[in-house]
Each structure stands twice: as C-alpha cells, then as structure tokens.
C-alpha cells in the first residue's frame, strides 16, 4: 500500500483533492465563524485603492508579520498585490462606514478627501481608523481564486486602544452582517 510520502507530487495533490466539499457548503461552515473586519489599502498608478477583509491574523511578533487574502474578483486586488507598501487598517464598531465604504463595488472610496490622507510614504490612510499599520509585502501566494499576502509591519498607529482584557468595541463580520463585540457579549 502506497503512503502519501510515496506518491508523486500530481497523484498526492489529486488524492487530497478528491471528495472536496462543494463551494456553497464551504460558504455555510464559514458563515458561522466570524472574522475581525480589517480595511487594507494601496496607492496604484491610477490613485488610491481599498477593499475590506475578514482575513487578517497576526503571525509573528518578532519580526511583526500579518496575513490576509485578497480575492481576485475584487477591483483592489491588482493594485494591493502589486504595491510594495500597504496599510491595513483595524477597525472597531465605530469605524463601520469604512468597513462598508471598502466592501461597497462601483464606488469612488476615496471621493471624500476629509476622510483620508497619503502618508509620507505615500500610501492612503483613512482617518480616524481605531488603528492602522503600514506594511511591507514580503510574500504572495496564490491560492484558489484568491492572493494570499504576507507582510511585514513598518508602523502603526493607534487612535482607540483597548486595555488588555477588556471588550473594547470590536467589529466583526458574521454570517453575513456586521456585528459589535462588548462587555454584553462577553461570556467569561
């Protein structure tokens, strides 16, 4: 009996991909498990782009390393996968109009000039954010339909901190909708 170890690289890939759950059963087993909501944006050739996330994790703290996806059937990707910098902006409940601004398709996100600015550096930030971090991309990965992109932290800011171990006023995204985490929903 042949062991994974002992198959070739095509057949052990065929193996593990064989018996997948379809996409809208993976949709369903996702929709329950909700996401810290994260706003990433680029400065492109053609000027700012955004898009929101659920799929950014810290990695590393030494170095400072973070992850997210970015789906390539959003308009941002091109420009985000190809950035050398980006900002990934860590929102809170208060920060919902961004959140919603960087999901929304077909719109200017940066029409308002009083709700954004360039950094020294030149990438866009939005204003107000409960924090952001600028990053450099060190890795892309294309996985599916989607980038993953790993990137390392430069500087941050914080706007609203949280104390450790308090709720805070967190933003998440799940089964569809936005949520606020607080002391109420707080189960020990």
Not at 143 to 156: D, E, P
Request: with cysteine; aromatic share 6%.
């Amino acid at each position: 009996m042949a062991t994974d170890a002992s198959l070739d690289g095509d057949t052990r890939t065929e193996r593990l991909h064989s018996g997948s759950v379809s996409a809208d059963e993976f949709k369903a087993v996702f929709r329950g498990h909700p996401g810290g909501v994260a706003v990433i944006t680029a400065y492109g050739e053609n000027g700012p782009v955004s898009l929101t996330a659920s799929s950014v994790s810290s990695v590393s703290v030494d170095p400072p390393l973070l992850i997210f996806s970015v789906s390539a059937l959003s308009s941002s990707t091109p420009v985000i996968t190809a950035a050398d910098t980006i900002v990934v902006h860590l929102l809170d409940a208060d920060d919902v109009d961004i959140a919603r601004l960087g999901a929304t398709s077909g719109v200017d996100r940066f029409a308002d000039p009083t709700t954004w600015a360039r950094l020294a550096t030149g990438e866009p930030v939005y204003l107000g954010a409960r924090a952001w971090v600028r990053c450099a991309i060190v890795d892309r990965l294309e996985a599916g339909g989607s980038t993953v992109i790993a990137a390392h932290a430069l500087q941050a800011n914080i706007e609203r901190d949280v104390e450790s171990g308090a709720a805070g006023n967190a933003l998440v995204y799940h089964n569809r909708s936005w949520h606020r985490l607080t002391e109420h929903s707080r189960i020990s």
